[in-house]
């Protein structure tokens, strides 16, 4: 496995090229970028501009390990106007096109969503109508995600929907394509589940794997703490991850940053999964 820091995990005014530098100073192999709205690595992004940041954060030593966005949470696969809905598709696209140019080999995707509680006014929508348009979305986006040669990965996060991982895999397996698996986010089943578990279920569907830590006992948002400091059995993710043949990215996705000194989560948590590794084979 391959360790890896998400792009979110630095100040968000912070140049690419410059975190790439400091991701590398602190010991990771690689940095998952995140497509924004507007920005240097926004939805207008020319191809030629997508490959220079490719060459920066090479020349950093640096691969590029994933490529997220945030922008599904404003624009949902799943919402009640089919505008949105559209919206997202071609963000997915855009997603797999610039990811085509990066080098990546999967993006995250986040489907839909039945609700969102850290969204205020965040309107509820129907679980049968999420499923069944979050099937008919990815479905539709199969073949597009394979002539990229990159898949779509769907991240497991608070979005009342695939409550299960034998939802999750249920769904995927309904999709039916070897392009289309799961991003899990260690952290996001915490609190109520146990990842190890999400891992042996959904197997060889993982395509990507974020880590994060949460402390049940505070709950919310605020659940989430550095690696190490909360409630994940890190002994048993690792070997679950092994059992399955996972040899990808594990990517750090440390959100909220610290108030001072931000850099230097980047810098406690490379340590800390050096210390989760160190027994993997």
Same mark, same amino acid.
């Given at each position: ?20 530098? &400091?991701? =590398? /100073? ?38 590029? %390990? ?38 990546? $080999?999967? &993006? ?8 969102? $509680? ?7 929508? *129907?679980?049968? =109508? ?61 609190? *109520? ?12 569907? &993982? ?17 989430? @703490? /550095? ?24 990517? %750090? ?12 989560? @980047?810098?406690?948590? *490379? ?11």
């Amino acid at each position: 496995m391959k360790k890896g820091i998400n792009i979110w995990s630095f100040p968000g005014d912070m140049p690419i090229a410059e975190c790439a530098e &400091i991701a =590398k /100073d602190a010991g990771f192999a690689g940095i998952e970028l995140a497509l924004t709205e507007q920005g240097e690595l926004g939805l207008n992004i020319t191809d030629k501009d997508a490959a220079r940041i490719k060459d920066s954060v090479h020349s950093a030593g640096l691969e590029i %390990a994933g490529l997220a966005t945030g922008l599904y949470w404003d624009y949902s696969m799943t919402s009640d106007d089919p505008g949105v809905r559209q919206k997202a598709v071609d963000i997915c696209k855009k997603q797999l096109d610039l990811a085509q140019v990066l080098g990546v $080999d999967a &993006i995250l995707v986040i489907p839909g969503a039945v609700g969102v $509680d850290f969204i205020p006014d965040f309107p509820a929508v *129907s679980y049968d =109508k999420v499923y069944e348009r979050a099937l008919e979305a990815v479905s539709g986006l199969a073949d597009y995600a394979r002539a990229a040669g990159v898949a779509i990965a769907l991240e497991n996060v608070w979005n009342k929907f695939f409550l299960s991982p034998l939802e999750l895999k249920g769904f995927i397996d309904t999709v039916g394509s070897d392009h289309v698996g799961s991003y899990f986010d260690v952290g996001n089943v915490v609190h *109520s589940g146990y990842p190890e578990h999400w891992i042996s279920i959904l197997g060889h569907r &993982i395509k990507k794997v974020h880590f994060k830590d949460y402390r049940r006992e505070v709950g919310g948002l605020a659940g989430f @703490v /550095d690696l190490l400091a909360g409630d994940v059995n890190y002994p048993a993710v690792v070997e679950a991850l092994q059992a399955i043949g996972y040899d990808n990215y594990v990517t %750090a996705e440390m959100i909220p940053s610290y108030k001072h000194h931000s850099v230097q989560i @980047v810098y406690n948590t *490379s340590s800390s999964m050096d210390a989760i590794l160190q027994d993997a084979k």
